[in-house]
């Protein structure tokens, strides 16, 4: 019986010391650094064959710890090389939880590289004494070059919606078109024709708070004398995204590198919205209320659905919700609701109090549904008698007329 009891307890305590092997790791990695690793440019892009190219390279600590000494480094492979190993490694140093670093790295493009998307190796490593983490990306590599003459040009931009609201996705569609009116030209004694291509495009968001969602465009294909094409970028703009505009960078890779193109796409931020505006006194009286609003759109562009819902503790609205529908910018639009006492909320307010109430705006801007409180009001009640009290003010008032009416012809009769 004794060799039993051993035995339990020995198998408990294994148990225990299995239960903790496994449960400190768990531990460790919820309050280890983590980084993630993001080429945010490449220059020029695509990389050039035979030239040099610059890759800007983002580390972030998307851990819960502090990473104490961080190291990052290229691993090139064919076509790309670097000038010296030295050059292969940087030190970023300390990085806290939520923080950001960028370095640059130099890479020569070999000259016999082929065109096309080739592989690079980024390793990390939060310190000397901690084990590498390696990540492939894909590079485009190469430009082709063509006789052709015709030139792109940006002939429209159009944003949807047309001024974004912090928190919004949409999109923004440029139109890029070969400006060329003839289907050759003579340059030197020599024909040309005037076909346009366009081999890549690619949108960059050049302030915090935008980002481009959709990777970029590649062989477009050709664009005749007069043709033009659509591009459309997904955009989202961050919740904490700046008023004002924002501006985007369009690069385009046309028939050479002499025509390639930058064009600079401007982006609206705003956050105005629906406002509601009492247009009349807002005053119970027995109990009841005619509710009149001026309903503005201050944003830039056309809102849709619009809708307007007023709340108030004790109080029913009739309809319980308006709908406007569509507002363009700066339109005014009047409203009207019965609010009437609903006895059997169970409301404290007594009739010589306020009652707050607001007023809540629903709409759409773009695909992106919004509610905003478009206004805080406050009910002023009257001091006359309530629905319940009003009988007996009634009978009172009745009584005050009839009776001395009574004792009057009372008196004639006995005349």
Not at 67 to 88: M, T
Not at 218 to 225: A, I, K, V
Not at 363 to 376: F, K, L, S, T
């Amino acid at each position: 019986m004794g060799l039993i009891k051993e035995r339990i307890i020995a198998t408990f305590f294994s148990l225990l010391l299995v239960a903790s092997v496994f449960a400190c790791p768990a531990s460790a990695a919820v309050g280890s650094a983590n980084l993630k690793v993001t080429i945010v440019e490449t220059n020029p892009y695509p990389a050039k064959i035979g030239e040099y190219l610059t890759l800007n390279i983002q580390v972030e600590n998307v851990g819960g710890a502090k990473a104490d000494n961080i190291d990052i480094e290229v691993v090139p492979e064919f076509p790309f090389s670097l000038d010296s190993k030295e050059n292969a490694r940087q030190n970023i140093g300390a990085l806290n939880p939520g923080r950001t670093a960028t370095k640059e790295f130099y890479l020569f493009v070999d000259k016999s590289a082929k065109k096309g998307s080739r592989s690079i190796d980024i390793r990390t490593r939060t310190s000397p004494n901690d084990p590498w983490s390696e990540q492939s990306f894909d590079i485009r590599v190469g430009t082709e070059t063509f006789t052709s003459k015709g030139t792109v040009e940006l002939a429209e931009i159009v944003s949807s919606p047309e001024v974004f609201m912090p928190g919004d996705e949409g999109t923004v569609t440029v139109t890029l078109k070969n400006t060329a009116t003839a289907a050759t030209v003579s340059i030197d004694g020599k024909d040309y024709d005037t076909n346009a291509r366009i081999q890549a495009a690619v949108l960059r968001p050049l302030s915090d708070g935008i980002r481009v969602q959709y990777a970029p465009y590649y062989e477009m294909g050709l664009l005749g004398p007069g043709e033009s094409i659509k591009l459309t970028f997904n955009i989202e703009v961050e919740e904490d995204a700046k008023e004002g505009v924002h501006n985007l960078e369009l690069d385009i890779e046309g028939n050479s590198y002499d025509y390639n193109s930058r064009k600079n796409i401007p982006l609206k931020v705003d956050s105005s919205n629906i406002k509601v505006i009492t247009s009349k006194p807002l005053e119970l009286v027995n109990g009841q209320a005619i509710v009149e609003f001026d309903v503005a759109n201050t944003h830039p562009n056309e809102l849709n659905s619009v809708s307007i819902r007023p709340e108030a503790e004790g109080l029913k609205f009739y309809p319980a919700e308006y709908f406007i529908g569509p507002m363009d910018p700066d339109e005014l639009f009047t409203i009207k609701f019965d609010a009437v006492r609903d006895n059997s909320s169970g409301s404290d307010n007594e009739d010589s109090e306020g009652i707050n109430m607001s007023v809540t705006a629903s709409y759409n801007n773009g695909i992106n549904r919004h509610e905003n409180v478009a206004g805080n009001l406050e009910f002023a009640t009257d001091s006359l008698p309530s629905e319940g009290n009003s009988t007996v003010a009634i009978a009172g008032v009745i009584a005050v007329i009839f009776i001395p009416a009574a004792v009057l012809l009372y008196r004639r009769k006995k005349q």
